[in-house]
């Protein structure tokens, strides 16, 4: 039986070091984001920092997605 992504996310979050940080990583991406976002004019270091945060935020979302792959296929195969 196969568990759902969602299931694993949710145990890696409660038993995953490594997972734990990259989920807290990327809350903090996208709290920055939110925090331009609602910023009335953006300059043009604030646009390039928008964009930096979004590549960073994808690739740690990335990592995460590998590890909950990666923890699907080694431990929830029954």
Known sequence: MLISPRD???????????????AQEHSRYEDQLKQLSETPYLSSEDILRQTTLKKLKLSVKDQMEQLIARHGQNNFRR
């Open 8 to 22: 694993i996310r949710e145990h890696l979050m409660a038993s995953d070091t490594q997972f734990q940080q990259l």
